[in-house]
């Protein structure tokens, strides 16, 4: 059988497109360890937090209940939980749960919570954070991921993987580039250029319509800005991502610059709003496609049955 020459085959497409996804593997490789370099970040103590974590923990009874005779809960619980996580995991303490906006459950027997354990010597104080709502949101994420996933094939599943890309850009990106005091609109073009970049290539590979895209959408969010910086107007200068990130900037600003744990984060009320209003918004987006198909589809065939079943005079 005949050989073809080594630059024959360097120049065969599939060639071309092995050394494409090599070059991009090691673009992401460098750009994850800038990323690392990035984040070393000597972040200012603003509050002092020593002695006080947040911990999981189970309701084991319920010591003092605090409903009263209308059904109304007023003042506190009294609970009695075993910690699961921490330096006292499998102890047992006594907590209280307050009846707030900012944190606090109606807690049950059986129910896991967050509770903020500040120690100090011997002595410990418990106090109920809110429900231990950590793997409903993640796994409300999941279902969304998996719904783009069989939506859309491979096509879905390159998708998700720049989202997840995109949210890794706004956390190790833009927060840190805001917080060291760089132009929030330069990190908007900036994460925009570099999140349109990778998905245009995972979607479509590295083409004349991935440049023109990629050149268009930065060449909108610069106009979006220099709009924005004119009439001086917020930083919501970017795609759909981060657009809906735009207005939860300063709260993921306030959590970075005060290193807030991440159980504090994934239970916050304001951030589970966040993250549930974002993902409802765009699992109905993403519905939106198979459910016209399928009415069109039912609407089709009964369109055809009708007039299949109509005699002619």
Request: hydrophobic residues 50%.
């Amino acid at each position: 059988m005949e050989q073809k020459p080594p630059f024959v085959i360097f120049r065969s497409g599939h060639g071309r497109k092995h050394i494409q996804w090599v070059l991009f593997a090691v673009l992401m490789a460098a750009f994850a360890l800038f990323l690392i370099q990035f984040n070393q970040v000597d972040i200012a103590s603003l509050v002092s937090t020593e002695g006080r974590t947040f911990e999981r923990a189970k309701v084991i009874e319920i010591l003092k209940d605090n409903v009263q005779e209308d059904g109304n809960r007023v003042g506190q619980q009294n609970v009695l939980i075993e910690i699961q996580s921490g330096p006292r995991k499998g102890q047992t303490a006594e907590a209280t749960s307050n009846n707030g906006f900012l944190f606090g459950a109606a807690c049950q027997p059986g129910m896991r919570v967050v509770v903020i354990q500040s120690l100090a010597g011997d002595i410990s104080i418990h106090t109920v954070y809110s429900v231990d709502r950590e793997w409903a949101v993640l796994g409300f994420v999941l279902i969304f991921l998996a719904v783009v996933c069989v939506i859309g094939g491979k096509k879905g599943v390159l998708t998700c993987v720049g989202l997840v890309f995109t949210f890794i850009c706004i956390i190790w990106l833009y927060i840190p580039m805001i917080y060291k005091g760089y132009s929030p609109f330069l990190a908007a073009v900036l994460v925009a250029a570099v999140t349109t970049f990778v998905i245009m290539y995972l979607l479509g590979g590295w083409s004349g319509k991935t440049a023109c895209a990629v050149i268009g959408t930065v060449g909108g969010v610069v106009i979006a800005g220099i709009s924005a910086f004119l009439f001086g107007k917020a930083t919501m200068i970017n795609t759909l991502i981060l657009a809906f990130v735009g207005s939860a900037a300063s709260t993921l600003l306030l959590n970075y610059a005060y290193e807030l744990p991440y159980l504090q984060i994934i239970n916050s009320n304001n951030m589970v709003i966040e993250v549930m209003q974002g993902i409802s918004g765009s699992l109905g987006v993403v519905m939106t496609v198979p459910i016209v198909s399928l009415i069109a589809s039912f609407a089709a065939a009964g369109r055809k049955q009708g007039i299949s079943g109509t005699s002619p005079d």
